[in-house]
């Protein structure tokens, strides 16, 4: 059982940054891959990033490639998801997620484990 909390949300104008953070009880976090999903609001929720176990591998979705870094702390059983050059169209609810899958990474369906979401606005 994993419990997941996010953090680091809030209202930034378009071009700022936040760093969300999600952190995970129980001493199994570093057995599982981690990823970030958001739902913004009247449509469906996708893939941002995700991150293998040992933090060896990333993932992105296109629309924040360049933007968004995925990282983790397996020591604090905490991961990460730095957001520069924020967009309004960046505005969601952000869900960090675990795995056990590294070959699903992308598909929300495959995640067995998730937080309860922060709120990130963007601005114009």
């Known amino acids: 059982q994993v419990q997941l909390v996010e953090s680091g949300g809030g209202l930034v104008q378009a071009g700022g940054s936040l760093r969300l953070s999600c952190e995970a009880s129980g001493r199994t976090f570093s057995s599982y891959h981690m990823g970030w999903f958001r739902q913004a609001p009247g449509k469906e929720r996708e893939f941002v990033a995700a991150i293998s176990s040992t933090g060896g591998n990333t993932h992105y979705a296109d629309p924040v490639k360049g933007r968004f870094t995925i990282s983790r702390d397996n020591a604090k059983n905490t991961q990460y998801l730095q957001m520069n050059s924020l967009k309004p169209e960046d505005t969601a609810v952000y869900y960090c997620?675990?795995?056990?899958?590294?070959?699903?990474?992308?598909?929300?369906?495959?995640?067995?484990?998730w937080g309860q979401g922060t709120q990130v606005t963007v601005s114009s």
């Open positions: 997620a675990a795995n056990s899958d590294y070959w699903s990474l992308r598909s929300g369906s495959t995640y067995a484990y």
